[in-house]
């Protein structure tokens, strides 16, 4: 399990790989621990993290939030401890949730509705992430 988390490698940055070029936004931001892509969690319009994971291979992804360390196993779907990675261990704190600031619609959807294809790792977000 080791060799597939990378704790030399960087994040990709302060944001979603993705959703930084396409101008988009996300709600939570979670980090390969492979090879430090920065993705948004499965409550994002992108939902670039499984994306990530699923196209790549790359299993094990990392929480981005300031506070937040918990690993992620996208083939087992459990949660578990792993080392500490490469800093910065999270995007900026001052980061809006859902971010980034002046990219979220106003409408306020963004908080109320959730994707319908987000069932799979609804407890990861509700039960790990309160908040
Ligand atoms: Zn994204
Ligand atoms: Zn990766």
Redesign the pocket.
């Known amino acids: 399990m080791d060799a597939e988390i990378d704790v030399a490698a960087a994040p990709s940055g302060a944001g979603?790989a993705?959703?930084d070029e396409a101008q988009?936004w996300?709600v939570h931001l979670r980090r390969c621990a492979t090879c430090g892509h920065v993705?948004?969690c499965d409550t994002?319009p992108?939902q670039?993290a499984t994306r990530h994971a699923t196209t790549t291979g790359h299993r094990f992804m990392q929480s981005f939030e300031p506070g937040e360390d918990w690993y992620y196993d996208y083939v087992t779907e459990q949660v578990f401890d792993g080392p500490e990675l490469a800093p910065p261990r999270s995007r900026p704190e001052d980061q809006p949730v859902p971010g980034p600031a002046g990219r979220v619609p106003p409408t306020g959807a963004a908080t109320s509705t959730e994707p319908s294809s987000n069932r799979g790792l609804w407890w990861v977000e509700s039960g790990v992430v309160v908040g």
Request: net charge negative; aromatic share 10%.
């Open positions: 979603c993705e959703c988009g996300w993705g948004c994002s992108g670039h």
